[in-house]
C-alpha cells in the first residue's frame, strides 16, 4: 500500500505527554521512510477541522495523538472515509488502547504505536452514539450516567482547588449529596421501566476512568453495548463496591444488574452523561450501537481485547487529568 501518513496532534492530551508523544512517533515514522504530513490542533474545533483536511487529503492512515476524548471528537470527520486510524494513546486513562491491545505503558509505546500505521491489521469496531438535547455525540468506550457522571459535571464546575485534588473536592460534595435517580430504562424499543439506580454504564468497550472494568464483557466489534445497572446505595454501600468494581467483580452482587442491546433509551430528572472523559449528552437520552464503524490498525498478534491491560491499569484509576472530565476517576 502506498500513500502519506496524516498525524494528528492533541498536544495538551495527558497532562501534555500529547506533544512528547507525537515527537517520537513521527520521528519512528520518518525513519520507515513514510512520508509524514502532521497537523496540530490548538482547541477542539480546530483539531476536528484539520481531521477533515487530513482525511480529504487522502492518506494511507491516519494516526491519531492523544487520548480517548481526542479520537472521539473527531469520529465525524473518520468514520465512512474509509480512512483506518492508528491511535497513539498519550491520555490519562486510554481505556480504548486497553481495549484493543494497543501499546500505551512502554518507553516506546509511541513509536510502537506510531508504527501500526504500517503494519498493523485493520480491525472494525463499533461506535456509539448519544442522542439528546444536546444534539448527537459519538463515543468510543463508556458512557455514563448517575453518580460518576454528576462527579465529572461537579468537577468542571469547580473553579478550585486545581488538579486531582479538586476531583476528590467533587468526590466528597456527590457523595455527600448522593440520592437514588429514578432512572427510566427501555432496551430495543421494549418497554419503558422504572429502575430507581446509583448509577447506569452503556459500554462498547469494558473499562473508563484508566482500567476500571464497569463493563467487564464488553467487547467492541460484538455490535452490542453492555449496560451496568447499580442500584440504590447509601453512601458506606457505595465505597465498599469500588473494590469490586476494580476487579470487575461488581456485576456479581445482586445490586447490580447487566444486559446487553443495540439502543438503551435513558431518562432521569437533571440527567448528564458523559463519555470518552467529555460531557456528550443531556436530558433524555438514546445511546446506540453502529457496528463496525471504525477501523482501527492493532498489533498483529494482539487483534483482540487484552485483559492483562485493563488489570494493570486498575491502579491509576484515581488519577485524574489537572483539569478533570471523566467518568468516575478519569
Partial sequence: ????????????????????????????????????????GDSVDDTRRLAREAVASGPRALVVVGGD?????????????????????????????????????AHDAAAAAAELALHGTPRAIDVGEVESDAGIARFLTVAALGFDAHVSERTNRLRWPRGRVRYYLALL?????????????????????????????VGSTRSYGGGMPVCPGADPADGLLDVTHVAPLGRAKLARLFPLLLRGTHVERPEVTTLRATLVEVAAPGLVVYADGERVGAGRSLIRVVPGALTVLVPVERGAADPAGDAAGADRVAEPEPEPDGELAA
Fill in 173 to 201: 460534595i456527590e457523595l455527600a449529596r448522593l440520592r437514588p435517580m429514578p432512572f427510566e430504562l427501555a432496551v430495543d424499543g421494549g418497554a419503558v421501566r422504572s429502575m430507581p439506580g446509583t448509577l447506569i454504564a
Fill in 1 to 40: 500500500m502506498t500513500g502519506h501518513i496524516a498525524v494528528l496532534v492533541n498536544p495538551s492530551s495527558g497532562r501534555g505527554r500529547g506533544a512528547a508523544a507525537a515527537e517520537r512517533a513521527v520521528e519512528r515514522l520518518e525513519a520507515l521512510t513514510a512520508e509524514v504530513r502532521v497537523h496540530v
Fill in 69 to 105: 476524548g481526542t479520537l472521539s471528537s473527531v469520529l465525524d470527520a473518520v468514520v465512512g472515509s474509509g480512512v483506518p486510524i492508528a491511535l497513539v494513546p498519550a491520555g490519562t486513562g486510554n481505556d480504548l488502547a486497553r481495549a484493543l491491545g494497543l501499546p500505551f505503558e
